[in-house]
């Protein structure tokens, strides 16, 4: 049994709706095992992993999992259960698991749910589930592993995880972002994070959001600078210098007199700071383990305090206590330590609330202060201090003191964050009592500020020993997002078989007439304000996420494909409009895509992640996007459903209106919005550009779809009729029914690759052309499967009397010339009398239909790729048709009287003839 492959899904996706990994699992000697074919294993399971006798499983209730073991279950299965079993052990909280076949016998895709926040990057999941066939291995080769070994992985497991896991701080403020519904990205496995889109994004890093001045936290990280900065301004600081060797430090001495502290000018975290200093032997000694430059300072009296100051606020506020042991007059201060290190808040570094203490040659100092070794035994309640200085990140504790903060210490803490010039600032006070008040008085400052903190920690306010916990996180995200913002910006997603790229590009087009600047990802790329960015295939998360993180997109265009939904998962979590053109046979076979009804629950994530109170627009001509409407999680009374036909009868559209609800249909030749008995006509089908006078009837449903989504988005109804005749489709929507103009022949290039999307285009043309002019430059892709490259070579044949065949440049898996072969052949079948031939390239392909065709007919060319087969019409003096007057004979819709029927080829369309 091993991993073939793992892959994760970092946004909802079809099996759920948080982030997941798909393990790929071949079983290889245990296919076809199951469990009760192997004597003991359910016992020897459950004595390894006792957890496993509380997994529901399907049964959805405690023991479930182990009925299932029982009566005999695969191992795949087994797999996914105890690695679930082993996450929850090491802290890791996830509970969603499902096993599938995956197509060959004893191959399976595992998929587990993965925390929301884990890192995109991380290797929990892949050393988690080698973990589970290990364990499962050893189980049923009779043995099982020894609770020691156990013990020791699941320890390295979780020592890996929480490397890989934000810290405190960055996660508090994910959390208050999420519960206010701004969208989280976190970066890699870093603790930077992206809160919200577009231009309303925000980026924090910890405690430090990209509003915080690099010049403050260049001050704060100099404590002379900041020392004398404060001073000057008359904040009660300690008496100092700055010192770049010893005799500067012992001179400092001599003239604060002791005791005096000794600390790195720029370091942090109380690493080297020196306490209770008061010979010259003392302050060199410190000095030296310094290393540097040191800041030498009189220690002022009173206990430590720290101040959160979030945009000019006082948020929370704790006392620190050094990290200690309190004797039992029984436990030498190692054991005590070692107690106080089984605390499971403590770990190492920041991960946790608390940091372990370190019995090391600082606190091994300070107990020889105090007369004490690691051995010695201190009395019932004696108290000993492991360090001088109280910071949590070693190990010190901290209790809540917000409450009892004076005004005064609160205007003196805001007054040296503005000084700083810090949004938030973590200002270290050492005083008497903060509830008393910090009076100027004559003579030696006794009290007031020691440090002010850049990117201060927020373990203290977070989970404090001692007192109320404050929820520190929320008040940076409110001073980030004032007024209740939720970060986002207006989000709409496109999906379906075909036209989603056209419906992505006007809608763009649309939304950018109304003064915004649009981000848009679509099959050729991804465009910011209008302009491409990036030139590929941006369909999936990753150029979501570019564009919903670019702080100049003010509205997302999303077109979302299947592919790299079922890859990788949504790029977003909600949009505000879902779109689903239509859903008809295409890329079956791959993916684990069996059929249609496959496809459909595909698309319908789409649909789903439409956010309450959003609208979604389908297609009411098509049976599958119909059906979309009834799933239990699209939810139309949570929804805005709008409907878009080309048939004004539709009883679909018909009954939605008579509820009051709205549509956006073709009536009459018209592009038409109607709200329940409301008709209000936008623009003649006729002068949409792309649809050629009406003969592409397709566009009608491409611009009604794109009407429809920019009206929910808040497009005014009485500007998109001028937006949409502004459209330039070779410009704004290249190679997608492009006309193009070579002597006395056309050229109508397209990208359209399955059954569907080619009788469309044939349809086209014949109404301009006429079915007997029309030679056709054709590529289909190897990935399809054969039946569907099949009824792709049946349309053709039904539509074409001359054909040249080409093969893709990359084949897919195909032989060379197995796709050709096959589609001629099934083209021949179904008209005999077919002229086909061969080509090389689509250079030959072309070069060889124009040749066949006679003037004042039309070639279309089916392209793999669009820049080469643009480069190469230009090449051939090609140039657009733009509003080039179609052939002659043709009858624009717009003359057709109301109510009359067009008839088109029901064998080509296999649709009724009313469409």
């Avoid at 430059?293 to 206990?303: F, K, S, T």
């Avoid at 690691?374 to 109280?390: C, F, I, K, Y």
């Amino acid at each position: 049994m091993k991993i073939e492959s793992l892959r994760r899904l970092r946004g909802p996706n079809v099996y759920l709706s948080r982030p997941a990994v798909v393990a790929r699992l071949r079983l290889a000697d245990l296919t076809g095992v199951e469990t009760t074919d192997v004597t003991g294993f359910t016992e020897r399971l459950l004595r390894a992993v006792p957890g496993l006798a509380e997994h529901h499983c399907a049964a959805g209730a405690p023991g479930g999992f182990v009925s299932r073991l029982r009566g005999g279950t695969y191992f795949g299965h087994v797999t996914e259960h105890v690695c679930i079993e082993l996450s929850q052990l090491i802290g890791r909280d996830v509970s969603f698991g499902r096993t599938v076949a995956a197509g060959e016998a004893g191959t399976y895709d595992v998929i587990m749910e993965c925390p929301v926040d884990e890192s995109p990057e991380s290797t929990v999941p892949g050393e988690l589930l080698t973990a589970a066939i290990d364990l499962v291995r050893e189980v049923h080769g009779g043995s099982g592993p020894s609770t020691g070994v156990l013990a020791e992985r699941l320890a390295g497991l979780a020592a890996l995880a929480e490397r890989e896991a934000t810290g405190p701080s960055t996660r508090a403020i994910i959390a208050a972002a999420r519960r206010r519904g701004i969208p989280v990205e976190r970066f890699d496995d870093l603790s930077l994070v992206r809160l919200g889109w577009g231009h309303r994004r925000r980026l924090v890093w910890a405690a430090m959001t990209d509003r915080t001045s690099a010049v403050g936290v260049d001050i704060a990280g100099d404590k002379h600078v900041t020392r004398r900065l404060l001073d000057e301004a008359g904040i009660p600081v300690a008496e100092g210098g700055a010192a770049g060797t010893v005799a500067d430090a012992v001179r400092l001495l001599g003239e604060l007199g002791g005791p005096v502290v000794v600390k790195p000018r720029h370091g942090r975290q109380g690493r080297d700071v020196a306490l209770h200093l008061t010979t010259p032997d003392q302050v060199a000694r410190a000095f030296t383990e310094v290393g540097g430059e040191a800041v030498v300072e009189r220690q002022l009296d009173g206990r430590d305090y720290r101040v959160l100051v979030v945009a000019g606020e006082v948020v929370a506020a704790a006392e620190r206590v050094a990290a200690h042991v309190t004797g039992d007059g029984r436990a030498t201060v190692a054991d005590l330590v070692a107690r106080a290190n089984e605390d499971p808040r403590r770990g190492t570094g920041h991960s946790r609330v608390l940091t372990r203490i370190e019995l090391d040659e600082t606190a091994l100092r300070v107990l020889r202060r105090q007369g004490r070794r690691p051995t010695s035994v201190p009395a019932d309640g004696e108290v000993l201090r492991l360090r001088d200085t109280a910071n949590l990140s070693t190990g010190g504790t901290s209790r809540d003191v917000t409450d009892q903060v004076h005004p005064d210490v609160i205007r003196l803490c805001r007054r040296v964050a503005a000084l700083i010039g810090l949004d938030i600032a973590g200002i270290d006070l050492r005083l008497p009592d903060v509830a008393a008040p910090v009076r100027p008085g004559a003579g030696p400052v006794t009290a007031g500020v020691i440090e002010v903190n850049a990117v201060p920690g927020l373990r203290m306010h977070l989970s404090p020993a001692h007192g109320r916990s404050r929820d520190v996180g929320d008040a940076i995200v409110r001073a980030m997002f004032p007024g209740g913002s939720d970060g986002r910006i207006p989000a709409v997603a496109i999906t379906g078989t075909n036209g989603k790229t056209t419906v992505t590009r006007l809608i763009a087009h649309l939304l950018s007439g109304s003064g915004m600047r649009v981000g848009a990802t679509s099959t050729d790329g991804v465009s910011i304000d209008g302009r491409t960015v990036q030139v590929a295939d941006a369909t999936g998360p990753r150029s979501a996420q570019m564009v919903l993180g670019d702080p100049q997109v003010e509205v997302a265009v999303l077109e979302t494909a299947r592919g790299g939904l079922l890859r990788r998962g949504l790029g977003y979590d909600w949009t505000d409009v879902g779109v689903v053109t239509n859903i008809t046979a295409d890329h079956l076979g791959q993916d684990g895509l069996a059929s249609i009804e496959d496809l459909a629950h595909v698309k319908a994530v789409v649909a789903e992640r439409v956010r309450d109170g959003g609208t979604l627009v389908l297609n009411a001509d098509d049976p599958w996007v119909r059906s979309l409407a009834d799933r239990p999680r699209v939810r139309a009374d949570r929804k805005r459903l709008v409907w878009f036909s080309l048939d004004a009868r539709n009883p679909v559209l018909t009954e939605h209106l008579a509820r009051g609800g709205a549509a956006y249909v073709l009536e009459d030749g018209w592009l038409v919005q109607a709200t329940g008995a409301r008709r209000t006509p936008l623009m003649r089908l006729a002068d949409v550009p792309g649809a050629y006078g009406g003969a592409a009837l397709h566009m009608a449903g491409n611009a009604l779809a794109a009407i429809a989504a920019a009206r929910a988005l808040g497009a005014r109804p009485e500007s998109l009729a001028e937006r949409l005749s502004e459209f330039d489709p070779s410009v704004e929507n290249p190679g997608r029914g492009t006309l193009f103009r070579l002597g006395d022949v056309s050229l109508f290039v397209d990208y359209g690759h399955n059954p569907a999307a080619l009788a469309a285009t044939l349809r086209t043309l014949h109404r301009l052309w006429g079915p007997e002019r029309c030679v056709a430059a054709v590529t289909l892709p190897g990935d399809r499967r054969d039946d569907l490259l099949a009824a792709s070579a049946q349309v053709l044949a039904d539509g074409l009397t001359r054909v040249v065949l080409y093969e893709d440049a990359d084949p897919r898996g195909r032989a060379p010339g197995e796709v050709s072969t096959l589609v001629e052949r099934e083209m021949r079948a179904r008209r005999p009398q077919l002229t086909a031939k061969r080509a090389v390239g689509f250079r030959s392909a072309v070069a060889e239909a124009l040749g066949l065709a006679a003037p004042g007919e039309v070639v279309l060319a089916i392209y793999e790729s669009w820049a080469p087969m643009r480069a190469y019409l230009a090449e051939l003096g090609a140039a657009p048709a733009g509003g080039a007057p179609v052939p002659a004979g043709f009858v624009p819709l717009r003359s057709v009287a109301p109510g009359a029927t067009l008839q088109v080829s029901r064998r080509l369309t296999g649709l009724p003839a009313r469409s």
